[in-house]
């Protein structure tokens, strides 16, 4: 089921955009006239996250989806996302830059598919990583990001067997950190697999004095070297609080964006790859989002997301239980103000 509306036919294109335009005071004339809020995660790049009125990781951002008294949300991250914000807040109006902003979690776990596996393990309780499909959520029973799952899945009863999808990576990090069974799904992030432990143990030796930072989608080899393991928002807070002066940084690499300029005294290195260069680190998906895209999704109303309430109302309910289970939110802070 397509759940985003692209521009019509008429409407204003990149080809169309006069050289001379300032996208930052365009985006800033439209921010006041549509009443829109500008979300953006940690992993776009350094322009919009300043130019965003709130930088989080995705429970935050759901947070501030949910809370938001905009009319239009724009959210620079990823599809999943802006469904999310779409989901929690029908009223309004969700835009995202780019339509093909993807995520290669969703693509592993195919909504027909995830049905199958849930089948095959009736007597599981169903907890799902956010990225994922909109259907996939509705046909889950609890959703997850990677700063509350720790905590939601230990409050399950100690006999519950659970099933989790779709990245395997973080499945394996929290089955051992909570030591419950899980049954996995098979899917991966193709950004945090794709770090080389053999090139990270070199850089350690010239660097030995500097933490390594991971997130939980990191493959075994990544996460059995890191000092600190946890979500976007979980290492950025890491980091500025840490004593060290140097950081080693296996997630994606814009989030170091925000690390400087909330620890400009600091120097943070992004992981290598397996050629020993840090390029790996790019999402291919949220460098799709561009300040024109951003400009053009405003003016245009699109590429918008738009879900059937059915779909809606199923997809919300493992979304509000996870919201019922979370920690308590913690004020983030903006480096990005
Ligand atoms: P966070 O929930 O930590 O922001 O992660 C989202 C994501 O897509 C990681 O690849
Ligand atoms: Fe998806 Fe990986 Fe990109 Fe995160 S970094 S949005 S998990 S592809």
């Known amino acids: 089921m397509e759940t985003i509306i692209l521009p019509d036919a008429q409407a204003l294109k990149e080809t169309d955009l006069d050289p001379s335009l300032d996208p930052w005071a365009e985006i800033d004339r439209l921010r006041r006239e549509k009443n829109a809020v500008i979300l953006a995660h940690y992993y776009q790049d350094g322009e919009i996250q300043d130019l965003a009125d709130f930088v989080g990781d995705s429970l935050d951002l759901s947070r501030r989806a ?19 914000a779409k989901i929690l807040s029908p009223e309004k109006t969700v835009v995202l830059p780019d339509a093909d902003a993807g995520c290669s979690l969703e693509e592993t776990c195919p909504p027909d598919d995830f049905a199958r596996f849930r089948a095959a393990h009736p007597d599981h309780i169903a907890i799902t990583y956010i990225n994922c499909s909109a259907e996939v959520k509705a046909l889950s029973d609890i959703i997850i990001t990677s700063s509350n799952a720790e905590h939601i899945i230990n409050q399950l009863p100690e006999r519950q067997p659970i099933l989790f999808a779709p990245d395997k990576h973080l499945g394996t ?13 098979d899917g991966t992030c193709i950004v945090h697999d794709q770090f080389s432990a053999r090139e990270l143990v070199k850089l350690k030796t010239n660097h030995p004095d500097a933490p390594i930072a991971a997130h939980p989608e990191c493959h075994q080899g990544i996460l059995d070297h890191a000092d600190h393991i946890g979500s976007t928002r979980s290492i950025l807070d890491y980091v500025i609080a840490a004593p060290e002066r140097e950081f080693i940084i296996a997630t994606e690499r814009h989030i170091i964006h925000q690390m400087e300029k909330a620890a400009p005294e600091k120097t943070f290195i992004a992981a290598p790859g397996s050629d020993g260069s840090c390029n790996c680190a790019d999402c ?10 951003i400009y053009l999704a405003m003016v245009n109303g699109a590429p918008r997301v738009e879900i059937s309430e059915d779909l809606r109302l199923s997809a919300l309910k493992p979304l509000e239980k996870m919201l019922e289970m979370s920690p308590p939110a913690r004020s983030v802070p903006q480096a990005a103000e």
């Open 66 to 84: 949910a809370a938001t008294g905009a009319d239009m949300i724009v959210f620079s991250g990823v599809r999943f996302m802006a469904e999310v």
């Open 173 to 185: 990090y929290l089955a051992r950190k909570t030591g419950r069974e899980m049954v996995l799904w």
């Open 284 to 293: 291919p998906f949220m460098e799709l989002n561009t300040l024109e895209k």
